[in-house]
């Protein structure tokens, strides 16, 4: 059975995405690839990186995402060369855009998903922290984008936060390792 978070959350307009994308989001159940992994310089993203344990900086670096069902959505584990960063995805409900949730640590962000041509694009719509909702001023801001190129499945991801700036991103290339046919075989 393919999965179904991207489609849940933009119904007809996942047939819009590449052939590709939608291919990573509906029968990868693992994928692997390289990444680029960037932390920003400032004394306060080095600490929010420490902190939130997240992968060194690094270029070319083997990375592999593991797509695992969990209920009402996804849990992506993203591996850059065996060092673990985990969130949670969940389709949104009752939005007026297509929306996604994403838990991260005691953050939770509500995305707007958009569907084109070129591929996907995340955006922040709201931020919160525990029980907490955030301004979008003063929250972090995780901007997220998807496409293809060279006719390969690319994605980008840059987290900011207000006063500090740029704190941790990535980029790079996946293919799908394992596909969800496979993976109910083992």
């Not at 995405?17 to 939608?22: G, L, T």
């Not at 994928?31 to 993203?45: C, D, E, L, P």
């Amino acid at each position: 059975m393919p999965r179904t978070l991207y489609q849940t959350i933009l119904g007809p307009e996942f047939d819009k995405v590449p052939a590709e994308i939608r291919r990573m989001h509906s029968f990868a159940r693992v994928a692997q690839g390289t990444a680029n992994v960037i932390r920003g310089s400032s004394w306060g993203a080095r600490l929010i990186c420490r902190l939130a344990k997240l992968p060194e900086a690094r270029t070319g670096v083997p990375v592999e995402t593991c797509f695992e069902p969990i209920a009402g959505g996804e849990r992506w584990t993203r591996r850059f060369d065996g060092q673990p960063f985990q969130t949670e995805m969940m389709a949104g409900k009752g939005e007026a855009y297509p929306c996604m949730l994403e838990r991260l640590g005691p953050f939770l962000f509500k995305m707007q998903v958009t569907a084109s041509e070129q591929g996907i694009d995340i955006t922040p719509a709201e931020v919160s922290l525990g029980p907490l909702s955030l301004p979008l001023c003063l929250a972090p801001r995780a901007v997220g984008r998807e496409r293809v190129v060279n006719g390969r499945y690319s994605f980008s991801v840059e987290v900011t936060f207000p006063l500090i700036g740029k704190v941790f991103g990535y980029n790079g290339r996946l293919k799908p390792a394992v596909l969800i046919d496979d993976a109910e075989t083992v």
